[in-house]
């Protein structure tokens, strides 16, 4: 009888072992979860970095190329300027 008394010990220490098992997996299964959306999140991190980074180097050479406009603006204004001083001279010099 004695081993009689032992299978329900065994059968409830085979339970115990079991719930235990079941609950060391719920936690590994929650903090691989955990892993998944951290990395999912890193991801979309990642992404929204480089769609902000193309929309700098789009502002950048926007910049880029306005600067160019102004400097042949700048120079064309110059040469404008030269020309009218020379006008000027030479109205100064006819009144004269």
Request: charged share 25%; proline share 1%.
């Amino acid at each position: 009888m004695a081993s009689v008394d032992s299978q329900p010990r065994f059968g409830q220490s085979v339970k115990g072992l079991l719930s235990d098992k079941v609950g060391s997996c719920s936690g590994d299964v929650i903090a691989l979860t955990r892993q998944v959306l951290k990395g999912s999140r890193s991801q979309e991190l990642l992404g929204q970095a480089a769609r902000n980074m193309v929309i700098q180097e789009d502002a950048i050479l926007h910049s880029e190329d306005s600067l160019r406009k102004m400097s042949i603006i700048t120079t064309h204004l110059q040469y404008h300027v030269e020309h009218s001083k020379n006008l000027q001279d030479q109205l100064r010099h006819l009144l004269k």
